[in-house]
């Protein structure tokens, strides 16, 4: 049974790093799409970033290309998501997420395409 287990998450100040990690286990990721979602209050969940487990091909947001970053750790079967130049419109709960079907460069970012969630971790960012 996969299991994802994220922890990282904070309240920092705007302009602030934080480094989300995402533990996986239960079966062998070698051929799972890795993803990172959030939701804000009010919001619906969004797609922040993915990682193809074995090409390492990774996918963002425009909101947070450029300062985020996601990569993984084979070893560790962990996924992480480092988040600089952290903006209050950052805030909200961030999920790990993980796929086994082939997900094209669209249906990436779709959150209904992952069949496996963790349960979230909180990132507030204060202005």
């Known amino acids: 049974q996969v299991q994802l287990v994220e922890s990282g998450g904070g309240l920092v100040q705007a302009g602030g790093s934080l480094r989300l990690s995402c533990a996986a286990s239960?079966?062998?990721?070698?051929?799972?799409?890795m993803g990172w979602f959030r939701q804000a209050p009010n919001n619906e969940r969004e797609f922040v970033a993915a990682?193809?487990?074995?090409?390492?091909?990774?996918y963002y947001a425009d909101s947070v290309k450029g300062r985020f970053t996601i990569s993984r750790d084979n070893a560790k079967n962990t996924v992480y998501l480092q988040m600089n130049s952290l903006k209050s419109e950052d805030t909200g709960v961030y999920y790990c997420?993980?796929?086994?079907?082939?997900?094209?460069?669209?249906?990436?970012?779709?959150?209904?395409?992952?069949?496996?969630w963790g349960q979230g971790t909180q990132v507030t960012v204060s202005s």
């Open positions: 990682i193809r487990w074995s090409a390492g091909s990774t």
């Open positions: 239960g079966r062998t990721f070698s051929g799972y799409t």
């Open positions: 997420a993980a796929s086994d079907t082939m997900l094209t460069f669209l249906t990436i970012r779709i959150s209904a395409r992952y069949g496996y």
